[in-house]
């Protein structure tokens, strides 16, 4: 199996492009099979995009992906389309149960796998569920697997989500694009990875409208001219290179590819800690600071602090001075990685949702296990401080969102290898 090693302590500087966003690619992919022929740029080629293209070809679409340009190209010809979405590609990729929307939408039926917990809680998928009904999908499970139906498609309505939910807001919004005559989603999420998916069904056709949390989509016929859509970038990985330099950029670090704009909560809180950030158009310039604040964060649905950073900024308040807590919001059980950090050295008690971090610690190399994607990450950025070496196993929970994560440190004097 493979690892990491990470020789700590090395000044970064240079310069960080950012990928495509994983997020926004997958529920675009999924929403693809409602198309005949969609281009679309600046995938990430990271496992999880992979493993959603080989469910796509098990559906009976043909996909074509040009790795050198971040390109993919997906063909949707109608034929011996299986409307199934299998555990063994689910299981590995929660979010192949976006493709249930699609099916349902187009094909009037899909078996798809119920995905099952995961290492960060135990993830339902209820309220995809409860939003197809409403839309008039019958709904069975059975032997681990969800049978909708809806012999005569589906019919617009009024829905309001009981809670805010990613995954379903993107399953609602994908098939309701057919749905007759006028849903209304209430309470939605509102990532921008989720204004992405919504850019790329306008493109398809659909007629969207948005106010707040409210989605209204008006029945609309899919296009069957061929269309491109670019993917917005990846504002988590963005998120993670700007606190690696907020910990080891002396000089500055420069980000670039990206949208300051859309991740503005998180810029105002890396400065409330102290450290030095210039915004420019496309890029970001990131300078460690010299004396670091305490804070308290609780992680929420966008605009808040995302949960998917909860695990990096944690790497970073265990070394700015004073006690900073952070409250995880969103998953029950996403402090795996403190037990890892804390035989790194850091001070960190869990109470409840809150991780209490006292801060400054000096963090020491170790050999450590990933346990899910972000956590995964924050034990790198671990790594990138700590005195000595430090090895982390399990690291393919990495490849499924990290697109070149060695090359785009290597490249900014870090010392890591694979293997
Ligand atoms: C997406 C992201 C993930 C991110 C999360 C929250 C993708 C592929 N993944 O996951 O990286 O961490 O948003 O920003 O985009 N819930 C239910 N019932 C449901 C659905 C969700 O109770 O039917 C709960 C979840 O258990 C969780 C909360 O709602 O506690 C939010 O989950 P959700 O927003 O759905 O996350 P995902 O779409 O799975």
């Known amino acids: 199996m493979q690892k990491l090693l990470i020789k700590g302590k090395k000044e970064l500087s240079g310069k960080i492009s950012i990928s495509g966003s994983k997020n ?18 600046n995938i990430p ?38 409307t199934l979405a299998p555990y063994k590609l689910v299981k590995t990729m929660r979010a192949g149960v976006l493709v249930l929307g699609s099916l349902l939408s187009k094909y009037k039926k899909a078996k798809v796998s119920l995905p099952g917990g995961c290492a960060i809680g135990t993830r339902p998928v209820d309220l995809h569920l409860y939003a197809l009904k409403k839309l008039g999908a019958k709904i069975k499970i059975k ?71 409210t989605i209204t989509i008006k029945e609309s016929k899919v296009k069957s001219s061929s269309i491109i859509h670019q993917v917005i970038f990846d504002r ?10 907020a910990l080891l950029a002396k000089k500055n670090l420069l980000i670039d590819k990206i949208q300051p704009n859309i991740i503005k909560s998180e810029i105002d809180i890396l400065k409330k800690i102290g450290i030095k950030i210039i915004k420019k158009k496309n890029s970001v310039n990131i300078i460690k600071g010299k004396s670091l604040k305490r804070i308290n964060i609780t992680t929420k649905p966008y605009p808040g602090f995302p949960t998917d950073l909860q695990a ?26 403190v037990p890892e950090l804390k035989r790194m050295g850091a001070h960190i008690e869990i109470k409840n949702k809150t991780a209490i971090i006292k801060g400054p610690t000096k963090l020491t190399g170790a050999e450590v ?14 790594g990138l401080i700590a005195e000595n070496r430090t090895i982390i196993n399990r690291i393919y929970h990495l490849d499924r969102g990290y697109e070149f994560l060695e090359r785009k440190l290597k490249n900014c004097k870090a010392e890591i290898t694979r293997v």
């Open 312 to 337: 990096q900024l944690m790497v970073l308040l265990t070394q700015v001075n004073g006690v900073s807590k952070i409250k995880e919001n969103i998953f029950e059980n996403r402090f795996m990685h």
């Open 236 to 245: 988590i990985e963005l998120g993670t290179y700007m606190i690696a330099g």
């Open 143 to 213: 032997n681990g697997y969800i049978y909708a139906e809806a012999k005569n498609g589906l019919k617009g309505t009024k829905i309001r989500f009981p809670s805010i939910s990613v995954g379903a807001t993107e399953n609602a919004l994908i098939a309701s694009f057919k749905a007759k005559g006028r849903t209304v989603l209430k309470n939605c999420a509102m990532e921008p990875e989720i204004k992405d998916l919504i850019s790329f069904l306008k493109k398809l056709g659909a007629n969207i409208n948005l106010k707040g949390r």
């Open 369 to 382: 296990m990933a346990t899910d994607l972000r956590a995964s990450v924050s034990l790198v950025l671990a």
């Open 45 to 82: 080629l990271v496992k999880d995009i992979f493993t959603m293209v080989e469910l796509l070809n098990f559906i009976g679409l043909k996909t074509k992906i040009i790795k050198k340009k971040n390109i993919i190209e997906i063909f949707n010809f109608d034929k011996k389309i299986n």
């Open 24 to 41: 926004a690619t997958l529920p675009i992919l999924a929403a693809s099979i409602l198309a005949k022929h969609v281009t679309i740029k």
